[in-house]
């Protein structure tokens, strides 16, 4: 498509996600306290606040999308604890690795950003779809995108997909055990529990579709770009 999200809107993204992220610290917090340290809402927040100040100084201008990524990634590895940092940190370090990234990017531009950011999170992590970790979000949500650039989506319905995958995956996490992290010392008895990093990862694409795409496509066309992928 010749829709293109510009280095303007990638900030935006990243600033509500970050308001995003502080909001929910209670409930990430809540989660994390079932079935694993109880920490990833308060290191989620320690980190978003961060990047927030790191965003919001005149001093630290981003040229370039890719730079911006760069910032954020080095911000949560260094001041978020836990796995949180590191991952999420990985994340978008390896997003900004595309060749892509200047000022602006169009969506196959942007679908590259997330897969580059997904197999860098599971080189990482080591972690793979039904292990109950953040990849149950994020993995469908950018076989959404992809999906929906292989048929000529717009930017918009391929945000929305994504939103919806990234939903439906963290909803699953309640279903099955965990197979990572401090959550897989509880085997089956994690079953019950959403996963706490599936749904820090679920705010990153709900945000993304707030902010880089529009929340006003027709359902019937997200519903349909989610189907394709089996979700």
Request: charge should be neutral; hydrophobic fraction near 40%.
């Amino acid at each position: 498509m010749s829709q293109e999200v510009t280095l303007p809107q990638f900030h935006r993204w990243l600033l509500l996600y970050a308001d995003r992220i502080i909001e929910q610290e209670a409930q990430l917090t809540e989660l994390d306290t079932a079935i694993g340290d109880a920490d990833h809402g308060i290191n989620m927040r320690r980190g978003m606040e961060k990047v927030r100040e790191r965003l919001e100084s005149p001093e630290n201008h981003c040229e370039d999308i890719r730079t911006l990524l760069r910032a954020v990634a080095m911000t949560l590895i260094s001041a978020v604890g836990g796995a949180a940092g590191p991952l999420y940190g990985t994340f978008f370090l390896r997003a900004a690795t595309v060749p892509e990234g200047g000022q602006s990017v169009d969506l196959a531009g942007l679908t590259r950003m997330f897969r580059y950011g997904l197999d860098g999170l599971q080189q990482r992590g080591k972690a793979h779809l039904n292990d109950k970790t953040m990849i149950d979000a994020i993995q469908p949500a950018v076989e959404a995108m992809e999906a929906a650039v292989a048929s000529n989506q717009s930017l918009a319905v391929a945000l929305a997909s994504a939103r919806q995958a990234a939903k439906l995956g963290m909803k699953h996490t309640m279903h099955i055990s965990a197979n990572k992290g401090r959550a897989s010392y509880l085997g089956p008895r994690s079953i019950g529990y959403q996963d706490p990093g599936a749904t820090s990862a679920y705010y990153l694409f709900e945000t993304a579709a707030e902010t880089l795409g529009t929340d006003s496509v027709p359902q019937r066309a997200i519903a349909a770009s989610v189907a394709e992928k089996g979700r």
